[in-house]
């Protein structure tokens, strides 16, 4: 079954302990991409990566990183998470091509206190 | 960045009844896509435009396009209470590299 995985669904930490947040997909697509979500402000790309080891930056990258060693995996980190990335997180494989569809995982709410 | 505006931001309609939402865009598109997102869950894929088509069914879904206007509605038709979800458009520009620019989102709530 095609799917992407999120790790972990829920998360509460507290001002600037360092956290990954993992993301997989099975299905070999080169483009992969991570979102937050905010009441009122829909979907914001913070990063996105078009292939292995091939990374930029979306609208709200500041205080996120990324890593793409494999094509499957897309972690995203949070060096020193602070209170204002509180949100919900998803990440996304996208089919490429012409159909340009994006497969999201089940979301990672996040909590910094 | 947020290009597209879902109209109306919400909509609460009886069972069996149609629901149409409205979606408007700023720039220039290959596609445009509709997704569903039930609360606090991914969003997942409904249907795509391109943007040479001016209409599309799947199921009990409808979208029309207008690129002259710049704008695209998702129909739904005979409600159902599982329809209740959040509707966002998404479109894709010409030289976006597979990004794609989200609306706010429609929430849409169908009573029973």
């Known amino acids: 079954e095609a799917q992407v995985t999120q790790n972990p669904r829920y998360l509460i930490t507290v001002t600037g302990k360092k956290l990954t947040v993992t993301c997989s997909q099975n299905?070999?697509?080169?483009?992969m991409s991570w979102y937050r979500q905010d009441p009122g402000l829909g979907l914001r790309q913070i990063y996105y990566?078009?292939?292995?080891?091939?990374?930029d930056k979306g609208d709200v990258p500041e205080g996120y990183k990324v890593s793409r060693k494999e094509k499957r995996n897309f972690p995203l980190i949070l060096e020193s998470p602070s209170p204002n990335q509180t949100s919900l997180y998803f990440c996304?494989?996208?089919?490429?091509?012409?159909?340009?569809?994006?497969?999201f995982g089940p979301g990672t709410r996040l909590t910094v206190l | 960045s947020q290009q597209g505006e879902e109209d109306p931001q919400a909509l609460s309609i009886q069972e069996g009844e149609n629901a149409t939402m409205n979606c408007s865009y700023k720039?220039?598109?290959?596609?445009l896509q509709w997704y569903r997102q039930n609360s606090g869950r991914g969003l997942v894929h409904l249907i795509l435009?391109?943007?040479n088509e001016r209409e599309k069914h799947s199921g009990r879904l409808r979208v029309t396009l207008d690129t002259s206007k710049k704008s695209s509605s998702l129909l739904i038709t005979a409600s159902r209470a599982a329809d209740t979800a959040s509707y966002f458009c998404?479109?894709?520009?010409?030289?976006?590299?597979?990004?794609?620019?989200w609306g706010a989102g429609t929430k849409l709530i169908i009573k029973p």
């Open positions: 435009i391109r943007s």
């Open positions: 998404a479109t894709d520009g010409m030289d976006s590299n597979y990004q794609l620019i």
């Open positions: 996304a494989s996208i089919s490429g091509g012409s159909y340009n569809e994006q497969f």
């Open positions: 299905m070999n697509h080169e483009y």
């Open positions: 990566s078009m292939n292995v080891e091939v990374t």
């Open positions: 720039t220039s598109i290959n596609n």
